[in-house]
């Protein structure tokens, strides 16, 4: 058996392929490349009962990742992260079954580890020396400590106004990093420069074919922790939709292989907010692309993405799916933050609270039925983010006591 | 085969036994309490193989925990944290093998969570409706956490100066929450006292003898991890030191049971701060209980613990396995800490830092062996410390240019 069944890339827009032996980026026709395995020999050769006695990481799949030397592993021990119930905030809701994907508990705290341990693996394999991004936070965070693990450089450009403590992961990590006063475009604008002029590898969002493989693995893990069976609903905080379009993937691959034995699919839902809602309104018109969402703002900083560049493959995967696409607003997901800590003992993160919050409505709106299981990806840890929590608290003298228990 | 083989409890001081089957507090001789467990049965009944095909969480081991009706489980997926080698750590450390127990990839973000994972299980199954608890901060914010999840009441007290992120995780859940403005052990009369008078269940450290098997499977997993062999060397920073306790408990049950095959038992090693630290002047004296530190302070805030209720336990424990007690300084566990995230792209809490601090100390001074293996608990995530962090980060306006890639 090989450690991988990767065979090459295809571009899904012109089909152009490209091997996998150098690094690539994007396609000549500007569209992102997806990663191809051989399938039909692996359908043969691979089955369930060979993970049984794996760890309890994303590597387990690595017949499914691309990375074809196991030398080249950076892992910090990401993946396989719990699908907890939710039996509490299911009854509220009126949904039969509902589970969370807490991407909460995996190294550097949200789910870009799982795009930053594959595509850092891969980076190193390829030979690189010195890798790129512009980030909101999560991801350059990942990113740069995952770069550090595998002595590669790191170059990372964020917003002044990213979360502090994504920054302080950056910064620990020993990368290079510069902070922008303005967006993640201006931080966008400034990597390119930097990758053109001095041949860095650009690791930006789907500018790398790899950062998608680590994102699929979430939909390996929810179907093998489902016993290889799907739910109905999938709900996913969209920003650059990398993770949709991974789960989705990940999804077709195990009905390819047989090791999911119907050909259901769940809907897909991408999950936006209000200020910055351009796949919602692209679904809602019907289109297979989207728009640049002039001025957007939310508080959930990491779906605040007016446009992505794999908007296609997000709307593609919600159209084939009977999925949709739904925006919620900011205070409303921040009282869902607190319904879901009151309720289930979760700290989700405001991206995750957006999710829950869309399934709640969906289900008010009968689009989610009341006998449906559904899955609601939380992106990352709720203490990441400690500016949205306001509550005003008590403060007692050493001397004093409680009036009453409460 | 019965889902728990605990049996009762029992005085580490003074071999007075109690039942399991109502709540249980400290002995009448004032020390904290032991669970006890059939071991002679569950020798015959259980073997590593009965965990193959079981969730990588704690309650894998739950034959070995004293919860006794599944029912009363109340879990977040914690537990199974992974074991990560260390490859370039070991090398600058001179070290044959270092791995570190992560327990920063755990719900809540630090290991608190398997103490209150446990202890919330069993005092739901005990009827308990209300707990209370003084805490510095990460313990308070698992207990209220899963407290919330089993729908039972929390009042929590914590020191205005406890990080800020575990007071927002306390506030979240619904606690009755209040800060004192003064130390953990200004919060520990307040609580104290509302026990009394208001008949809540008190879950302060050690005053319930539940919260040690939780982190109890911290052992349990490191033997696991390593194919039920042991290490030669446990760090692990020590406040209240449930921990370490938890640890020596587990490996010599495991010993008991015939999993771990020969007799060896690794060195324990408490670490605490210079600024306080009562276990390592006592083990300095060759004593077998602390006195109270006086005006403790050190930025690794989970081990400022000037006395600890189970200091005797610790102690025992460090004398028995020929472990040691060291003290660092927090200037250099800052630097450690930034030396970890730069060579394995790990971001550690203050307190596993100043144990990775200590393995390098000790390696210096040939305590350890450059043959040796050693595992460092990491007891918690970096990211819960912002304030920790303090690099000076260049700012660009969005028109400019990197001018050398780094």
């Known amino acids: 058996m090989n450690y991988s069944y990767v065979s090459h890339l295809i571009c899904p827009k012109c089909s152009t392929t490209c091997n996998i032996t150098e690094p690539q980026h ?11 395995y051989d399938l039909e020999t692996l359908a043969e050769e691979w089955s369930p009962a060979d993970l049984r006695d ?16 196991p030398a080249y592993k950076t892992s910090l ?11 509490n905030l299911q009854e509220d809701m009126d949904i039969r079954q509902l589970h969370m994907k807490d991407e909460g508990i995996i190294p550097t705290g949200s789910f870009k580890a799982r795009g930053a341990a594959v595509g850092v693996s891969k980076a190193k394999e ?21 770069a550090a693990r595998a002595s590669l450089e790191s170059t ?18 020993g990368a290079n990093l510069y902070l922008v006063d303005g967006l993640i475009s201006d931080a966008g604008r400034i990597v390119g420069k930097a990758v053109e002029e001095h041949g860095l590898y650009d690791v930006s969002t789907l500018k790398e074919p790899y950062r998608i493989e680590g994102k699929k693995t979430m939909g390996l893990e929810i179907a093998e922790q489902l016993g290889w069976e799907v739910p109905d609903v999938i709900l996913y905080p969209t920003g650059g939709g990398v993770g949709l379009i991974g789960i989705y993937k990940a999804l077709k691959e195990l009905q390819h292989l047989g090791w999911i034995k119907s050909d259901k699919m769940p809907r897909l839902v991408a999950v936006q907010s209000e200020g910055c809602a351009p796949i919602v309104e692209a679904w809602n018109q019907g289109l297979r692309s989207s728009s640049f969402w002039e001025n957007s703002e939310t508080i959930a900083f990491g779906i605040n993405v007016p446009k992505a560049l794999g908007d296609f493959l997000v709307l593609d995967a919600l159209y084939e799916t009977e999925g949709c696409a739904i925006a919620v607003d900011d205070a409303s997901l921040l009282d869902e933050q607190k319904r879901i800590a009151q309720k289930e003992g979760a700290f989700v993160c405001p991206e995750g609270a957006a999710a829950f919050l869309a399934a709640r409505k969906l289900r008010e709106t009968n689009w989610i039925n009341a006998d449906d299981h559904v899955v609601v990806l939380n992106t990352g840890a709720g203490i990441k983010y400690p500016d949205t929590v306001n509550i005003e608290i008590p403060i007692l003298n050493p001397g004093e006591e409680l009036q009453s228990k409460g």
């Open 26 to 36: 994007l396609c000549t026709c500007g569209s992102p490349l997806l990663v191809e």
């Open 54 to 69: 794996r760890p309890a990481d994303l590597w387990r799949y690595h017949e499914l990742l691309p990375l074809q030397d």
């Open 77 to 87: 021990g990401e993946g396989m992260s719990p699908l907890v119930p939710l039996p």
């Open 126 to 146: 390829l030979g690189v020396k010195e890798l790129a991004m512009p980030t909101n936070g999560n991801a350059g965070a990942a990113w740069s400590l995952y």
């Open 156 to 173: 990372i450009v964020m917003p002044v106004d990213a979360p502090k403590i994504t920054r302080n992961e950056c910064a620990l990590s």
